[in-house]
């Protein structure tokens, strides 16, 4: 009979929770984490406590009644019989239309202003810095409003370009710039349209496919295409050509007046226009101090090596310089762009019907379910915001240094 | 550091939905203010004067109840509300009470829980048009750009008016009237529509109000009165029948100038009750036998607040209209104080 000893083990006894260094921050963290439920969970019940003795009750039924406003800038189709959903989803549309336009006109106020601010040439240089000083240095709420007041006083009312006096006259006969929008000329899809936009798509891709071909070539024999004027022709000829040969097809709707406001065309509120405006300027001061911090990031050794082998100044920051900055510029990017969806919600300050001006702003108030809505508005935001945070970080993942 | 944002909030709700269980009656004169919501400015309703201090119709209602419940008619804390912010102001009990031309409506009363505890202003909605643009009949403006507020029964009322007579338009929404005079003049819209009192009073503080026009149209009903909130009726009662001595005085004739020789040497039995020397009815609503004289002698009756506010001697220049008294043809009637 063999007897069998287990090997001396550390016996856990229950003081060793408070005594034993290995356990004590665990101790306390676990008493932390269970004070903070219990917490949450009172004043969660609280909150519905007094909330059901109130009467509140948490409902979205009201989302199918109809809504029984109108909106006058949208993109979908929409009138006051449909429901506060759809006006919602106006809504939505609304606010990324006026996200997407602005982060557009930021980045490319921003990477110009950024640039710029580098430049040897004083004036410019310094025109920049006064640009961004001005403009991140002042509440967007205040730009918002200030353009929006000087586009409803400075521009003519509709009906100055009335009559045979007219005090005010479109521009080339199609463009009209009036205090309640811009109004532009839009496409008319005919028959056969639909061939030419596809001919045109087709070319984008044949110009890509061009450039690559001549980038492929110059790496592989040295021999170098050029690659800025047959772009333009494999951009534009065919498209042209297939334009003609369906016999024109797309058309264009001017604007023209009648009644009281000019009809036909694509009218650009006032409100969208002060609002998408306002968030390039401000966002586009942030955005430049990015580029500058990331073009300054690049080591000065870079440009030097790159002038030492010929390149030429424009070149050097395009291939050289701006490649290398974006690793550093991406990351604080991405928050100036959540920053531009969120601060979109400065609509309400003009009318621009958003989400929070639909949904957060008129169907709250005429259902009266304040609570139901502003969550629904919060998730809304989040997703947005955690969405475009996840798009932008694959495109950092793609542009940042590969360490191999 | 979010956490801790988000308990407060929580906490914030769970507080302040605790405090409007409360007696708001015995909260005000605990507190010694009465907490009122207002316009954010409506020249002849509610807007401060040039000293700051605030003046008219529906600021008198304010001032009436304080002066009934707590005996002075400044102890008001007016807070401004917007078209959007008003009804949670009131629910979550920010203030006591809104005088806030607020159209009473089915679904304000009963789905919103308010109690509308009368009309101080049968009202409808209009539409005010320069003359220049040599409109006659609201039918007439078909594809015009109209201003609105947002968040009221107007901004309904716009869209229900042009969809019955099969007609388009363009809203562009404004969030106070100051922004929607100021779009109007500016001619980003082609007229401006709401409450026909509201019009009145917003052109009366044109430079040139000769050039504007109401159009004939009254499209809507808008009963305009104060609202307490639903489940407090002691309170409710207060306010309701602070309302309704005005009005009532007008009908007896008793004025600012003559209460305190109604009070002693009235014979109607109905004055008497009314200004407290005969009957209980104070004690009943919680408050001292001088309630109504009070509300009534810093105040005046219901005609006189109409005369000094809005009325045909004041810029704003509205008739009486639905707004007389039964006697005399309008609509304003007080159940009996008996």
């Known amino acids: 009979m063999t007897t069998m000893t287990d090997p001396p083990q550390g016996s856990f006894r229950l003081s060793m929770l408070l005594y034993d260094t290995r356990y004590r921050s665990m101790t306390f963290q676990a008493i932390a984490l269970l004070t903070l439920i219990v917490a949450i969970a009172y004043l969660t019940n609280n909150l519905l406590v007094n909330l059901a003795a109130q009467g509140l009750n948490i409902s979205y039924g009201f989302l199918a009644d109809p809504a029984g406003y109108d909106i006058d800038q949208r993109l979908i189709e929409y009138d006051n019989q449909m429901s506060h959903s759809r006006a919602a989803l106006v809504g939505v549309l609304n606010t990324l239309l006026v996200a997407f336009l602005a982060c557009m006109m930021a980045t490319i106020f921003g990477v110009i202003a950024g640039v710029l ?22 509440p967007v709420l205040i730009w918002i409003i200030i353009i929006y007041t000087i586009m409803t006083a400075v521009l003519p009312p509709p009906n100055a370009f009335r009559g045979d006096n007219a005090t005010s006259s479109m521009l080339m006969d199609m463009f009209a710039f009036t205090n309640r929008g811009i109004y532009l000329p839009a496409p008319v899809w005919g028959p056969g349209s639909m061939v030419v936009v596809a001919v045109f798509i087709a070319s984008v891709f044949g110009v890509f496919a061009y450039r690559r071909y001549a980038k492929t070539l110059l790496y592989s024999t040295g021999q170098l295409l050029p690659t800025g004027w047959p772009s333009l022709v494999i951009l534009l000829v065919p498209t042209i050509l297939m334009y003609f040969i369906m016999g024109r097809p797309v058309g264009l709707d001017t604007p023209a007046l009648q009644g009281f406001n000019f009809r036909g065309g694509i009218k650009v509120g006032a409100p969208l226009i002060a609002l998408w405006f306002a968030l390039s300027i401000y966002t586009g001061a942030f955005i430049a101090e990015n580029v500058r911090a990331g073009i300054q990031a690049v080591s000065k050794g870079q440009t030097e090596a790159a002038g030492a082998l010929g390149l030429r100044p424009g070149r050097i920051m395009n291939l050289v310089v701006l490649p290398q900055a974006l690793r550093v510029i991406i990351p604080p990017l991405i928050s100036q762009y959540l920053n531009i969806t969120k601060n979109s919600s400065l609509a309400i300050a003009v009318g621009y019907m958003d989400i929070t001006g639909t949904l957060g702003g008129i169907t709250l108030n005429q259902t009266g379910r304040a609570i139901e809505c502003v969550l629904l508005l919060m998730l809304f935001y989040l997703t947005i915001s955690l969405s475009i945070s996840a798009i932008m970080n694959v495109y950092n993942n793609s542009v940042k240094l590969k360490e191999r | 550091m979010k956490k801790s944002v988000f308990l407060g909030a929580l906490t914030v709700a769970g507080l302040a939905a605790g405090a409007a269980a409360a007696g708001t009656l015995d909260d ?188 004939p149209e009254i499209i809507s009903k808008e009963p305009l009165g104060p609202l307490v909130r639903h489940g407090d009726d002691e309170w409710g009662d207060v306010v309701r029948w602070t309302l309704n001595a005005l009005i009532t005085a007008e009908e007896l004739g008793v004025t600012s100038a003559n209460v305190n020789e109604m ?72 159940p009996p104080f008996r």
């Open chain 1, 117 to 138: 601010r580098l430049s040897k040439n004083w004036l410019v240089s310094k025109l920049m810095a006064f640009y961004v000083e001005i403009f991140r240095n002042i």
């Open chain 2, 28 to 215: 005000v004169k605990a507190r010694g203010t009465l907490n009122c919501g207002v316009t954010t400015g409506l020249v002849g309703f509610a807007a401060p004067d040039a000293n700051g201090e605030w003046k008219g119709f529906d600021v008198s209602v304010c001032r009436a109840v304080a002066a009934a419940v707590l005996g002075d008619a400044t102890a008001v804390e007016f807070v401004p509300t917007t078209g959007k912010t008003r009804f949670t102001a009131l629910a979550s009990g920010e203030i006591d009470m809104l005088a806030r031309n607020t159209t009473w409506t089915f679904s304000r009363d009963v789905d919103l829980k308010f109690t509308f505890v009368g009309v101080n202003y049968y009202d409808g909605q209009g539409f005010m048009v320069p003359k220049a643009l040599g409109v006659s009949s609201a039918k007439e403006l078909d594809g015009a750009t109209v201003c609105v507020q947002t968040g009221t029964t107007t901004e309904l009322n716009l869209a229900d008016f042009f969809r019955a007579n099969n007609i388009s338009y363009d809203p562009v929404p404004i969030e106070t009237n100051a922004e929607g005079q100021q779009q109007y003049l500016a001619g980003a819209c082609d007229t401006y529509t709401t409450d026909a009192s509201g019009l009145a009073a917003t052109r009366a503080t044109f430079e040139n109000p000769g050039e504007h026009a109401l159009l």
């Open chain 2, 263 to 334: 009070a002693s040497g009235s014979t109607n039995p109905e004055v008497k009750r009314l200004l407290g020397t005969e009957g209980t009815l104070g004690e009943m609503l919680g408050l001292d036998a001088d309630w109504a004289m009070r509300a009534i002698s810093s105040q005046g009756n219901y005609g006189e607040i109409f005369a000094t506010t809005i009325g045909e001697e004041t810029p704003i220049a509205l008739s009486r209209g639905l707004n007389a008294q039964w006697t005399n043809g309008g609509l304003i009637y007080s």
